[in-house]
């Protein structure tokens, strides 16, 4: 496809990856009077941008007016200092505050992207700094159509259906979904979520002039002149292709929770199902150990808890469902090995997946795998679970039981424990409290329950049989290690100098956050920000 192939060997600045942080890093450099060319692993564009919820975490953004909210520099660093939890310099966060609203402001003149507040909490809300709402912004519809036959090589999402985030969030049953609309966009090829933002970031670069070349794998970088001055790469064809970069290079390749290797040496705890494009295997990290780099985060992943439903693939590997609401609504509970509950079910997916790596030192085990969503009758019929809706039989991948002790035996698990621990929850439960972890007492838990159900919209009772359970596992949207940058986001070298013509942004850069997720959109909002950040540098040939 012409319009998308490279047709040069020389440009001023290379951008290794096509996520939301390298369209970014591309157009803003394309911008600012650079030739660019994208030069992506995978045959589509997009990258784990393109299958994700597409929100961008930007605290500041003026949007937030449009909800009568305020915000301030302070209360936002504050905020992210608690979140990072010391592992994010001062100037990586100040940077990230000072010129995140910027970079939305610039996405809105120079793209067909329009974004919207969203009437939701951080992720702890009653923290200092904390807001209630208007941090995380949703983007609008994309019609694919406007790419021509550039539309095939957007890469597409296997989690969500083409509806926004907002009207995911405001259609709490399946029964309430539009149903009709879905279809009408599905029909038409209209995108929604990270779809969407990478569709109308690629259209952006493309109308700009920038380059792409999809199935090319970057395996080197090339110096020359005391600088990095190029890649080389492996093209769709297998052959070699050495293309300098005059102005420098941007590694935007994304994790490497598909890397066995960096992820048992690196990894803090147990990563089994990553819910990613299976393309993130750490390529730029390598690359830029190559040339000298340093590393920061390596121990942290955006963790997730995650289902594998048997047979399911995406891009020849097993996809991996992302469990949000199904824990933060009444009727459900999370159990271990034993039948005990172990962590407020309705946490952050980050904060919640955590709780899998609690290690017993006796049993020289990790105490809380496996684990186990169990619920009931009741709520099979007013929730889904992942793609199972109400009404639908239960698939065999489901365990049942007529009592709690029966579903126990079916899963292999304590007996005892699993009809002690839903005795013991049912009744403040039906009362809307939970004594033992507080589910329901942020106004984060109760974002994701059921606004429909009494008091407390994330409990109700597990008493109407037969019961049923799913395996839990440590899952991931991506790893928060990578190349350490500074402010500028100028890849750094063991001496925390920078190596003259690298940049890094997104999952590639060691998290300019900290291990923390302060709200919907933490990994995206900081990775494009810096993507944005890291086109200015490069494009001045910093």
């Given at each position: ?6 047709t040069?060997?020389l440009?001023?600045?290379v951008?290794v990856?096509s996520?939301?942080?390298?369209l970014v890093?591309a ?5 600012r009077?650079?030739?660019?060319v994208?030069l992506?692993?995978?045959?589509k564009?997009g990258?784990?941008t ?5 929100v ?5 953004n003026?949007h937030m007016a449009?909800?009568?909210v305020?915000d ?9 200092r608690?979140?990072?939890?010391g ?15 910027e970079?939305i402001?610039?996405?809105?003149v120079r793209t ?6 969203v009437?939701r909490?951080?992720y702890?809300?009653e923290w200092?700094g904390?807001?209630a ?5 949703d983007?609008t519809?994309f019609?694919s159509?406007?790419?021509g ?5 957007l ?6 259906p083409p509806?926004t985030y907002?009207?995911?969030y405001?259609?709490?049953?399946p029964?309430?979904?539009?149903w009709?609309l879905i279809?009408r966009r599905?029909e038409?090829g ?6 969407a933002?990478v569709?109308?970031l690629?259209k952006?670069?493309?109308?700009g002039?920038?380059e792409?070349?999809v199935?090319?794998?970057v395996r080197?970088?090339v110096r020359g002149?005391?600088r990095v001055?190029g ?7 297998g052959?070699?292709l050495?293309?300098a970069?005059?102005?420098g290079v941007?590694?935007?390749s994304?994790?490497f929770e598909w890397?066995p290797r ?5 990894l ?11 393309w993130?295997?750490?390529d730029g990290?390598l690359?830029?150990?190559g ?6 985060n390596?121990?942290?992943?955006a963790?997730?808890?995650v ?6 693939e995406y891009?020849g590997?097993p996809?991996?469902r992302?469990?949000v ?5 009444p009727g459900?509970?999370v159990?271990?090995?034993r039948g ?10 980050d904060d919640f ?7 017993d030192?006796?049993a ?10 169990v619920?009931d009758?009741?709520?099979r019929?007013?929730y ?11 698939p065999?991948w489901?365990?049942t039981?007529?009592t709690p002790?029966?579903?126990a035996?079916a899963l292999?698990i304590?007996?005892?424990g699993l009809?002690?621990t839903?005795g013991r ?11 033992d972890f507080?589910r329901g007492?942020s106004a984060?838990?109760?974002f994701?329950?059921?606004p429909a159900?009494?008091?407390n ?9 037969p019961y049923?359970?799913?395996?839990l596992?440590?899952g991931?949207?991506?790893?928060k290690?990578?190349l350490?940058?500074?402010a500028?986001?100028?890849v ?5 100098a920078?190596?003259p013509g690298?940049f ?9 956050v900290?291990?923390g997720?302060p709200?919907?959109g933490g ?5 494009m ?6 086109g200015?540098g490069v494009?001045?040939?910093?």
């Amino acid at each position: 496809m012409d319009s998308v192939t490279v047709t040069q060997r020389l440009a001023d600045v290379v951008v290794v990856g096509s996520g939301g942080a390298g369209l970014v890093a591309a157009l803003r450099a394309r911008d600012r009077g650079a030739r660019v060319v994208v030069l992506e692993k995978s045959p589509k564009i997009g990258g784990t941008t393109a299958v994700s919820g597409g929100v961008l975490w930007i605290p500041r953004n003026r949007h937030m007016a449009a909800l009568g909210v305020e915000d301030s520099r302070e209360d936002a660093l504050v905020y992210l200092r608690r979140t990072a939890f010391g592992q994010a310099s001062a100037d990586l966060l100040e940077a990230f505050v000072d010129r995140a609203p910027e970079m939305i402001d610039y996405l809105e003149v120079r793209t067909a992207l329009r974004f919207s507040a969203v009437r939701r909490p951080d992720y702890h809300p009653e923290w200092d700094g904390a807001r209630a709402s208007g941090r995380s912004l949703d983007n609008t519809p994309f019609d694919s159509s406007q790419l021509g036959p550039a539309r095939e090589l957007l890469r597409r999402s296997p989690h969500y259906p083409p509806i926004t985030y907002q009207e995911r969030y405001q259609w709490a049953r399946p029964e309430q979904f539009d149903w009709e609309l879905i279809g009408r966009r599905i029909e038409r090829g209209v995108l929604t979520l990270g779809g969407a933002l990478v569709g109308g970031l690629f259209k952006a670069c493309l109308d700009g002039g920038v380059e792409f070349a999809v199935g090319t794998r970057v395996r080197e970088l090339v110096r020359g002149g005391g600088r990095v001055a190029g890649v080389r790469a492996t093209d769709a064809s297998g052959g070699t292709l050495e293309l300098a970069a005059a102005r420098g290079v941007v590694i935007a390749s994304g994790g490497f929770e598909w890397n066995p290797r960096l992820v048992a040496h690196f990894l803090r705890g147990p990563l089994a199902a990553p819910a990613t494009p299976p393309w993130n295997t750490g390529d730029g990290l390598l690359m830029g150990l190559g040339v000298g780099a340093s590393l920061g985060n390596m121990n942290e992943a955006a963790w997730f808890p995650v289902i594998r439903i048997p047979g399911e693939e995406y891009d020849g590997r097993p996809v991996a469902r992302l469990i949000v609401e199904e824990r933060s609504r009444p009727g459900s509970i999370v159990v271990n090995r034993r039948g005990r509950r172990f962590v407020n079910e309705a946490a952050s997916y980050d904060d919640f997946a955590r709780s899998f790596h609690v290690f017993d030192a006796d049993a020289y085990d990790y105490a809380n795998l496996p684990a186990y969503l169990v619920f009931d009758q009741r709520f099979r019929q007013r929730y889904n679970v992942t793609t199972v809706m109400p009404g639908d039989a239960p698939p065999a991948w489901f365990a049942t039981g007529e009592t709690p002790a029966a579903l126990a035996h079916a899963l292999g698990i304590d007996a005892a424990g699993l009809t002690a621990t839903i005795g013991r929850f049912n009744a403040p439960a039906a009362r809307g409290e939970d004594p033992d972890f507080r589910r329901g007492a942020s106004a984060h838990d109760r974002f994701n329950g059921d606004p429909a159900h009494g008091a407390n919209p994330c409990l109700g009772p597990l008493d109407t049989p037969p019961y049923f359970a799913v395996e839990l596992l440590p899952g991931s949207v991506s790893t928060k290690g990578g190349l350490l940058c500074d402010a500028g986001a100028r890849v750094l070298d063991v001496e925390d100098a920078p190596i003259p013509g690298l940049f890094a942004c997104g999952s590639a850069m060691a998290s300019s956050v900290g291990i923390g997720y302060p709200g919907a959109g933490g990994m995206l909002g900081p990775g494009m920000t810096f993507g944005y950040i890291a086109g200015d540098g490069v494009a001045a040939g910093a």
